[in-house]
């Protein structure tokens, strides 16, 4: 019975991000005031969210309804591979609209020239390759490792640290390669957002305009919130793996590390849709033509 108490507000955000998600890339899509670069990046953000909670939200809600501990070590090890992977495309499309904002505020009038249609798909391609291609040998640095203790992970899913944490070898270079990905993802991507972010508060301060100001930093609201929902667990989950794990009880750190997977596709959406003009107004049109429909 606690199992299905607890099922029940994963399985309403599971339900939430993909109507969420699926509602914002179909609007982005049919809605011709949206074909602009910052909602083609919104779109890559939802389609990546929603691949992230698929991986994972199916497998976790049979633990709970119907008791389906087990996974297949291969199975396992492609569920490990595409969660990082998700994540690591994820980080790259953030990254990638902090320099959306920063082009629209800071060389609003070469914006649509310097963002086109052609640059914005290389980027996206570029983000996801990344987030693919460093994730490709996580997968065959565990499948190495020999395993002789428990086969019980405290997770939900398979995840990378709790995995080798299980096997009766040295971990060293699975921790080591970790951290190398973590620069070249987390660490590079939180330094192109911080510098993309402190050339647009210089711009916007530099405004004469308080209008003009409020406008501005309107604008990049939202995004702000999305990196904050995303990178608070994720940062919390990395650092716990590493240097908390016997100080940090392990209930939190599975809630949390279900959190970091959870909140930006439950979320996202939501705050894309208070925070943004466009994408209310594309709404409201939508209902209101259902209505006048029926």
Request: glycine residues 4%; positive net charge.
């Given at each position: 019975?606690?199992?299905?108490?607890i099922?029940?507000?994963?399985c309403t955000m599971y339900?939430?991000?993909l109507v969420?998600?699926?509602g914002l890339?179909?609007?982005?899509?049919?809605?011709?005031?949206?074909?602009?670069?910052?909602y083609?990046?919104l779109?890559?953000?939802?389609?990546?969210?929603?691949?992230?909670?698929?991986?994972?939200?199916?497998?976790?809600?049979?633990?709970?309804?119907?008791n389906?501990?087990?996974?297949?070590?291969?199975?396992?090890l492609?569920?490990?591979f595409?969660?990082?992977g998700?994540?690591?495309?994820e980080?790259?499309?953030?990254?990638?609209m902090?320099?959306?904002?920063?082009?629209?505020?800071?060389?609003?009038?070469r914006?649509?020239?310097?963002?086109?249609?052609?640059?914005i798909a290389?980027?996206?391609?570029?983000a996801?390759?990344?987030?693919i291609l460093?994730?490709?040998?996580?997968?065959?640095l565990?499948?190495r490792?020999?395993?002789?203790?428990?086969?019980?992970?405290?997770?939900t899913?398979?995840?990378?640290?709790?995995v080798?944490?299980l096997c009766?070898?040295?971990?060293k270079?699975?921790?080591?390669?970790g951290?190398?990905?973590a620069?070249l993802?987390?660490?590079?991507?939180?330094?192109c957002?911080?510098?993309?972010y402190?050339m647009?508060?210089?711009a916007v301060?530099?405004l004469?305009?308080?209008?003009?100001?409020?406008?501005?930093?309107?604008t990049?609201?939202a995004?702000?919130?999305?990196?904050?929902?995303?990178y608070v667990?994720?940062?919390?989950?990395?650092?716990?793996?590493?240097?908390g794990?016997?100080?940090?009880?392990p209930s939190v750190?599975?809630i949390?590390?279900?959190?970091?997977?959870?909140?930006?596709p439950?979320l996202?959406?939501?705050?894309?849709?208070?925070?943004?003009?466009?994408?209310r107004?594309?709404v409201t049109?939508f209902f209101?033509?259902?209505k006048?429909?029926?």
């Open positions: 019975l606690l199992h299905v108490w099922s029940l507000p994963l339900i939430i991000s969420g998600n699926l890339v179909y609007f982005i899509y049919y809605e011709e005031s949206l074909h602009r670069p910052m083609f990046f779109a890559m953000l939802s389609l990546i969210d929603l691949l992230t909670c698929t991986t994972t939200l199916p497998n976790a809600l049979c633990i709970f309804w119907l389906l501990k087990e996974i297949n070590f291969n199975a396992c492609v569920q490990m595409f969660v990082h998700f994540t690591g495309v980080s790259g499309v953030l990254m990638l902090a320099v959306d904002r920063y082009v629209a505020i800071c060389y609003p009038l914006y649509a020239t310097i963002l086109t249609n052609t640059i290389k980027a996206g391609l570029a996801f390759l990344r987030g460093l994730m490709i040998p996580f997968p065959f565990v499948k490792l020999p395993f002789c203790q428990s086969n019980v992970i405290s997770h899913y398979c995840d990378h640290m709790s080798v944490k009766c070898a040295s971990i270079v699975n921790v080591i390669y951290l190398m990905v620069l993802i987390g660490v590079f991507d939180i330094s957002i911080s510098v993309s402190t647009i508060l210089r301060v530099s004469s305009s308080s209008d003009a100001r409020q406008k501005a930093f309107s990049c609201t995004h702000i919130s999305a990196i904050i929902i995303t667990p994720a940062f919390f989950t990395f650092f716990t793996h590493r240097f794990g016997h100080t940090v009880p750190h599975i949390v590390a279900n959190l970091y997977l959870l909140l930006p439950t996202n959406p939501i705050v894309y849709g208070i925070k943004t003009k466009q994408i107004d594309s049109k209101q033509g259902e006048g429909a029926s």
